[in-house]
Every structure is written in structure tokens, then in C-alpha cells.
């Protein structure tokens, strides 16, 4: 299932009010349980993000096959990769 418009901006809301993380990405497992959830340093992505926040940045991912990988599009998307800042 693809990342629709209400989910992004949902999503954005969360990550715009962010008080740390793990908890965002808690809360935004719960709330879209039909995505797959992926963390990690933002020093292990190399591709621009689709949108960068004060804690994160945010990249969609394509979990369709064996191997998932970084897309720029929401309409290919059936993950997020929530890629941390340090210190955040």
C-alpha cells in the first residue's frame, strides 16, 4: 500500500511536533500498521531525504521485494525509513 496524502501529512504532523524519536516511531507504527517502520543513523543513508525534520529525515521505502530499497516516490512507498540525526 502506498503512502497516501492524509497518510503523509499525518505523518508530518507527528514528526513536525517530535519530542524524541523512538516514541514518534512508536506512535507511528500504531497509527499505520499497513507500513513498514525502519530506523537508523542518518550517517547510513546516502539518498537525500523527502523531507528532513529537526530530529529525522524521512525516506519512503519499497518493500515490495526481497530487498527493500530507498524510492523518492510516496505512490511506490510501502515503508518509512526514519533515518536519526546525532545529538537528536
Partial sequence: ????????AAIDRALANAAGVAETLTKLR????????LSCDADDVTEEPFRSYAQADLHFLDCSNHCVHVVADAAQASGVLLAQRRGA
Avoid at 500500500?1 to 503523509?8: E, R
Avoid at 499505520?32 to 517502520?37: I, S, T, V
Fill in 30 to 37: 500504531e497509527a499505520f500498521p499497513y507500513l513498514r517502520w
Fill in 1 to 8: 500500500m502506498a503512502v497516501s496524502a492524509d497518510d503523509l
